[in-house]
């Protein structure tokens, strides 16, 4: 890098119209020396690929955000419907079990919580059988 201070112009071509492919010469005032020709604070090779390489190492953190959230939802799902299975167990024994006049609360609660797992599960394949 070296500093100039002549009224050449960057040596960037930049686009004048996003919808056009009508370039012209960058105007600002080149003050960087690279690769043998001049370029202004924007446009020097080095900052355009420092810029580059910080805006890469920003999506790999997302993307590695993105992976580990993902990891994390399949976890929760997976121990969700592990603990529905097992209540749906549970469920059963207690039904084969229990005297008629059973008051455990927690039965009947349980009972009323996987019927409402069964209806909207039904709801949800309805809509996907019509809308695959
Ligand atoms: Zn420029």
């Known amino acids: 890098m070296a500093k100039q201070n002549s009224k050449k112009r960057c040596s960037k ?6 919808m056009a492919p009508i370039y012209y010469r960058c105007r600002r005032n080149p003050t960087i020396k690279e690769k043998g020709e001049w370029w202004c604070w924007q446009h020097a090779p080095s900052v355009v690929e420092k810029r580059r390489d910080k805006r890469d190492a920003k999506w790999e953190v997302e993307s590695k ?25 549970l469920v059963r024994n ?12 927690g039965h009947e609660l349980i009972r009323k919580e996987l019927k ?17």
């Open 13 to 18: 071509k930049v686009s004048a119209d996003s």
């Open 65 to 89: 955000e993105q992976d580990l959230k993902w990891a994390l939802q399949e976890k929760v799902e997976r121990a969700t419907d592990r603990v529905v299975s097992l209540c749906r167990d």
């Open 94 to 105: 207690l039904d084969d079990k229990c005297p008629k006049d059973c008051i455990s609360e």
């Open 116 to 132: 409402k797992i069964d209806k909207a599960n039904q709801g949800l394949e309805r809509l996907h059988d019509k809308n695959p």
